[in-house]
Structure formats: C-alpha cells, structure tokens
C-alpha cells in the first residue's frame, strides 16, 4: 500500500508517496502567493490553497494503491468562512501576521496573560490563533452577521480544508492547541477564553484525534480515506522518530522550531517550554 503525504505550508503546496517499504517519491511542489496589505499584515488567499491540495491530489492519481492520506497544516493561521456555501468570508491570517499586537497588548495590561497561561498554556502572542479570529469578529461584519444566523465557521486552516474536502467540520486537537482557546487540561474548548478573545465558541470545529476517521478524498477517481490531520511541526516530530520524553528535533524553513517531547509536563509557570498536544 502507498501513502499520499500533503504538506500544506507557509509559502508551498507539497505532496509526496511513501510506499510499503519507506521509499519516498515527490509528486508535487506548488507555491502560493504571500500577501502582504500593509506593515506587520500576512495573508493567503483560501482559493489559492484549495487549489493546490486540489492540483495535488490529482497528481496523486496516476500513482496505483493509495490507501491513506496524511495532511499537514500551518498550524495557527486562521479564517472564517460561510457554513452554507464553504466560501471564505476573510483572507487566511497567516502565523506570522501582527496585526492583533495592540489588542494583545491590552490583555496584557489587563493582567490577562496568567488565565491564558494557566488554562491555554501559552503566552499573549499576535503568533496564535485567538486574537486573530477576535479581529475577524470585530473587523469583518459579515462575520458578525453569519454567527447570528448561525451560519458563521471559524479555524485554523485544516478545519476549512476539511469542511471543504471532505465535508467534516472538525480540527485535531494538537491544531487546537496551537490557538490559545483549547484548555489543556480538558482538550475541548474553553467557554472564559473564546470570551477573552471574542471568539463565538459555536462557531469553531469538533477536536477530534490526530488520527482516525476524517472523510475521504478523492484521488483519481478513487475514494481515499483521509486518515491523519495535524500541524505540520508536530507532524515533523512524529516523522523524525520522536517518541520518548526528552526526544526533540529543531526545524529550519520558513521559521526555525525547535519542539521535544516532555511527556505529561504541563507549563506551570512563565518560562520554560509551552506546552502543546503533539
């Protein structure tokens, strides 16, 4: 059996096949525009993304035996799109984008960051998800009248490729994680921290395991089940054999990341490792 392995990164588009005995073959290397409107603001169009999973998979169809696929995300770049039609009502707000500094700094000055810490374990940072969809809500007013309608999505990019792909609206938890509104000690999602960042917790995916039963792609005209979603950065982790508390790979790309397994350790103070789902 052979496995279709999409990266979807920060600047490209990746696909490659291992097969039964680790023999790895690139099919596919597709570049998306970096957008950038104005000082500290990056942004991808969701389209252009869509796009290229979907020139992806279809370079996957000439390859015989696929029988499962693996997709990787940026992690916690975000967007918000219409529940009823799929389409993006925002740019994606890329990882890198500052434009939610000011608001952050607000909370900070709000004495703020010890309940983010102590629930999400992660610092205030424009890098996370949660300020990022609080600005979609105050700034995009469509956004504001498709969640009194009830047609409002909000995520990370996995959940939108997934609610458009496969049609299951649904996140893994180590993406949600990477938010800042996941409570650590429950994997769900925490009511007072989408409260803090003005995010409409009904308006965010399931979290659901890493791996499992996330729909299926179509690949040549074939059915493939689509059996692991998780942020490319803890999939790279996994990949470079890290298993036991202590093992740690470091990452050099678009960013330099540097990620260990702690086992259960979880952040208690300021400082130190932050802890994430892998």
Same mark, same amino acid.
């Given at each position: 059996?052979?496995?279709?392995?999409?990266?979807?990164?920060?600047?490209?588009?990746?696909?490659?096949?291992?097969?039964?005995?680790?023999?790895?073959?690139?099919?596919?290397?597709?570049?998306? /525009?970096? &957008?950038? $409107?104005?000082?500290? +603001?990056?942004?991808?169009?969701?389209?252009?993304? @869509?796009?290229? #999973?979907? !020139?992806?998979?279809?370079?996957?169809?000439?390859?015989?035996?696929?029988?499962?696929?693996?997709?990787?995300?940026?992690?916690?770049?975000?967007?918000?799109?219409?529940?009823?039609?799929? /389409?993006? &009502?925002? $740019?994606?707000?890329? +990882?890198?984008?500052?434009?939610?500094?000011?608001? @952050?700094?607000? #909370?900070? !000055?709000?004495?703020?960051?010890?309940?983010?810490?102590?629930?999400?374990?992660?610092?205030?940072?424009?890098?996370?998800?949660?300020?990022?969809?609080?600005?979609?809500?105050?700034?995009?007013?469509?956004?504001?009248?498709?969640?009194?309608?009830?047609?409002?999505?909000?995520?990370?990019?996995?959940?939108?490729?997934?609610?458009?792909?496969?049609?299951?609206?649904?996140?893994?938890?180590?993406?949600?994680?990477?938010?800042?509104?996941?409570?650590?000690?429950?994997?769900?999602?925490?009511?007072?921290?989408?409260?803090?960042?003005?995010?409409?917790?009904?308006?965010?995916?399931?979290?659901?395991?890493?791996?499992?039963?996330?729909?299926?792609?179509?690949?040549?005209?074939?059915?493939?089940?689509?059996?692991?979603?998780?942020?490319?950065?803890?999939?790279?982790?996994?990949?470079?054999?890290?298993?036991?508390?202590?093992?740690?790979?470091?990452?050099?790309?678009?960013?330099?990341?540097?990620?260990?397994?702690?086992?259960?350790?979880?952040?208690?103070?300021?400082?130190?490792?932050?802890?994430?789902?892998?």
């Amino acid at each position: 059996m052979n496995t279709l392995a999409i990266d979807q990164g920060t600047t490209s588009t990746r696909a490659l096949v291992v097969d039964a005995a680790g023999k790895v073959t690139p099919l596919a290397s597709l570049p998306h /525009r970096q &957008i950038y $409107p104005q000082a500290g +603001w990056v942004e991808h169009d969701p389209e252009e993304l @869509i796009g290229n #999973l979907r !020139a992806c998979l279809d370079a996957a169809g000439a390859v015989p035996d696929i029988g499962a696929i693996g997709l990787d995300n940026q992690g916690e770049s975000c967007l918000a799109w219409n529940a009823g039609t799929g /389409r993006a &009502i925002s $740019p994606v707000i890329v +990882w890198q984008d500052s434009r939610t500094a000011s608001d @952050i700094e607000r #909370l900070a !000055a709000d004495g703020l960051e010890a309940t983010v810490l102590e629930r999400a374990g992660l610092p205030l940072d424009p890098y996370f998800s949660a300020s990022k969809l609080g600005w979609i809500m105050r700034e995009i007013p469509e956004a504001a009248r498709l969640a009194a309608k009830g047609q409002l999505r909000l995520g990370t990019t996995d959940a939108f490729f997934l609610d458009r792909l496969t049609g299951r609206f649904v996140t893994d938890v180590a993406t949600a994680s990477r938010t800042s509104l996941m409570n650590l000690a429950t994997c769900g999602w925490d009511a007072e921290l989408c409260a803090l960042f003005g995010v409409p917790v009904d308006a965010l995916p399931q979290i659901v395991p890493s791996t499992g039963d996330f729909g299926a792609l179509d690949v040549g005209g074939r059915s493939v089940p689509l059996a692991a979603s998780i942020v490319d950065q803890q999939a790279s982790l996994y990949g470079h054999g890290c298993r036991e508390a202590g093992d740690a790979k470091i990452t050099f790309g678009t960013g330099a990341f540097a990620l260990a397994v702690t086992g259960d350790l979880l952040r208690t103070k300021a400082g130190g490792p932050l802890p994430t789902v892998a």
